[in-house]
């Protein structure tokens, strides 16, 4: 089992979550809220009302659960990766079929892990209630926010968006590594290993754009029956009922409304991402294996 690639995936996947923070609450904002019309309505709205820190309300625990689940996404990416060569007999090179379907594996089995973060995540950012207004909000914190679901919704409540999660998750992280293999492939030299800095930079940052260009639809299902019901009456009934009222009332014009912001933000978190995970497994691959058991 490839541990290293485990570890590597959590050290890039925190220091991605700190690089792109700030444009993901803007992102939710505006997914969730109709108050603001567009990006920048939301960035000079915010600045306004709860300062720089409202860009970074409820980073605390994705910080930490991110690590994780990016280090679920990574591992099992690798360790399906290694199945499937051996399925295919000793010396077999993986296929584009294989990069995607281990691909698909990671973000699904990401969401165990991912989904009471995540829940947390977005009802911080969507609460613009600050000291400013004289407004108390309704969650004072991560923990505070993780608690009080549990009590109010049931452990159930923490796992609310979990099948949109999901659905958003697995494609989206199949295009994400097939997109970056497929670049990275092309960018290196014949007869060389492993591709230079510029083209994981590259790659990286192409792959992540491409994965949320796939996964930005079902990521609006998602964020609102996140929120559902919090600041009133349920109006969902399941996912399904989310996405026909959704079209409905908005058209499928909302599906995308956040895609410019997603690809704008996931260029250089994605950067960073790879890049640090390239580092860190090349060096934790170094080691020798009885180190890292």
């Known amino acids: 089992m490839h541990f290293a690639d485990f570890l590597a995936g959590s050290i890039g996947g925190a220091c991605g979550v700190a690089v ?31 300062g720089v820190h ?12 991110i690590s994780m689940t990016s280090s679920v996404v990574f591992g ?3 360790n399906c990766l290694q199945c499937l060569a ?3 007999g ?4 993986n296929t584009k079929l294989d990069v995607f379907l281990s691909g698909l594996a990671g973000g699904v089995a990401q969401i165990s892990v991912m989904s009471p973060g995540d829940i947390v995540k977005v009802r911080l950012q969507c609460q613009t209630e600050s000291k400013r207004s004289g407004l108390k909000p309704k969650y004072s914190g991560p923990i505070h926010c993780l608690l009080s679901i549990a009590k109010d919704e049931g452990i159930s409540g923490l796992y609310r968006g979990a099948l949109p999660l ?22 290196t030299p014949t007869g060389q290993k492993e591709p230079e800095w510029p083209a994981v930079l590259l790659a990286g940052g192409v792959a ?12 609006v299902i998602k964020a609102r029956l996140q929120m559902d019901g919090v600041r009133g009456e349920r109006r969902y009934q399941g996912l399904v009922h989310c996405v026909t009222e959704t079209v409905r009332n908005e058209g499928l014009r909302i599906f995308f409304k956040s895609l410019g912001i997603n690809c704008l933000r996931a260029f250089p978190v994605n950067m960073v991402v790879f890049a640090l995970y390239e580092v860190s497994v090349r060096v934790l691959r170094s080691v020798p294996v009885d180190r890292l058991s």
């Open 86 to 88: 051996q399925f295919r």
């Open 54 to 65: 409202g860009f970074f309300k409820g980073m605390a625990l994705p910080v930490t659960t």
């Open 20 to 50: 792109g923070y700030p444009l993901d609450t803007v992102k939710v904002r505006i997914q969730t809220q109709k108050q603001f019309t567009g990006i920048w309505n939301c960035v000079m709205t915010t600045v306004k009302k709860e």
């Open 208 to 219: 992540g754009m491409a994965g949320w260009s796939v996964g930005t639809p079902m990521d």
């Open 90 to 93: 000793i010396g077999a090179p």
């Open 166 to 187: 999901a659905f958003r998750d697995g494609p989206s992280f199949a295009t994400y590594f097939l997109t970056y293999s497929t670049l990275c492939s092309q960018l």
């Open 76 to 78: 099992t990416y690798r």
